[in-house]
């Protein structure tokens, strides 16, 4: 199975990461984490992105707050998929580093997931790779069923909390 490159542009963006790291540990998908500036240290994020794709890395899931920029410095580096996740600050909450993961050029896509959404971009790299990957598609599914019975659970018992 290819493995999930996961980057954080600081360490303070380790609550987010470790959303990312549960949800792949939680459907056995094999990761690597690194903090990388887009703008302290851009020739090692450079490098990594560049050298991805030789290394078994099928995705990448970049977390950046503020100018957020992290996202796209990896994505020009390399075809793989790249996840942004724009981590909220605290001066805007946030929306910074959504605008900035969000409005890439033409030619370097980025997908983008909620603010703080590590869930989520955990997710859809598990999606992504599914494509190819028949065990972890099944994976997924179950995971979509056991999410449907939890809501359905609640749904059964709401009238008793009323």
Do not use: W
């Amino acid at each position: 199975m290819k493995k999930v490159g996961i980057i954080m542009g600081s360490d303070s963006d380790l609550p987010v990461i470790r959303k990312v790291t549960d949800q792949l540990r939680e459907l056995d998908i094999p990761f690597e984490v690194h903090v990388y500036s887009a703008h302290r240290t851009p020739r090692e994020a450079a490098a990594f992105a560049i050298g991805a794709r030789s290394a078994g890395f099928g995705v990448i899931i970049a977390a950046a707050g503020m100018a957020a920029h992290l996202a796209g410095a990896i994505a020009a580096n390399t075809t793989l998929p790249v996840i942004g996740i724009p981590c909220s600050g605290a001066k805007l909450d946030g929306i910074d580093a959504l605008l900035s993961t969000v409005q890439m050029p033409s030619g370097i896509p980025v997908a983008t997931v909620a603010i703080d959404g590590g869930t989520n971009a955990a997710l859809l790299s598990a999606q992504i790779l599914a494509v190819e990957d028949g065990r972890l598609a099944e994976k997924l599914e179950a995971k979509r069923r056991a999410d449907a019975a939890k809501v359905l659970g609640k749904d059964a018992g709401i009238l008793e909390r009323l």
